[in-house]
């Protein structure tokens, strides 16, 4: 009743030594203390997409409450539009506001007031923002009065990655609430 449990058991540790040796052959810097040990399973990741909307929203938001405005959540609807934007521009490799549509029509009468910055020239979305701030009008629309919503995407063609964020008021649907980091 043992030996077929204990004939596995064998195999099993037989197929990882081999397995082992075989992967220690191939990196010679593997040494023998650690040819046994599993290399740690891979943790579930949130989308690019999210964390990038995520960590913009935060960092948008810490920025409005130093100038005394509101913090903003991120909108699907508004992340859909900039996605859209970011794709245009990386596809033509070109930064224009209309490439898609005219801003009014692509954001609609859901979400106003609402504005909009493009950018290209940082792989980052912390390095786009400080580029932002630096800018008179982009800093006017990250400090948007009465914004609560927000949009951040991006895409690359392989010259550039593209930056759209759109902001906004209006009575918009949040997918997630993000609180600005203390």
Do not use: C
């Amino acid at each position: 009743m043992h030996a077929p449990r204990l004939a596995a058991i064998g195999l099993v540790a037989l197929t990882a030594s081999a397995h082992a040796v075989e992967q220690n052959a191939l990196n010679p810097d593997a040494s023998a203390d650690n040819a046994l040990v599993s290399p740690p399973l891979p943790r579930p990741r949130p989308p690019l997409r999210d964390t990038v909307a995520d960590g913009a929203a935060a960092l948008i938001s810490a920025f409005r409450q130093q100038h005394g405005v509101g913090s903003v959540a991120v909108s699907d609807a508004l992340t859909h539009i900039a996605q859209e934007q970011a794709n245009a521009m990386a596809k033509r490799d070109l930064l224009d506001h209309e490439l898609v549509a005219p801003f009014s029509q692509r954001v609609g009468l859901q979400f106003r007031p609402a504005a909009e910055n493009i950018a290209f020239g940082h792989d980052d979305f912390a390095g786009t923002l400080r580029q932002w701030i630096n800018s008179s009008g982009h800093r006017a629309n990250l400090l948007l009065s009465g914004a609560k919503w927000i949009g951040v995407a991006h895409a690359s063609n392989g010259r550039r990655t593209y930056w759209a964020m759109v902001i906004a008021a209006g009575r918009g649907p949040v997918s997630r609430t993000i609180r600005p980091p203390a």
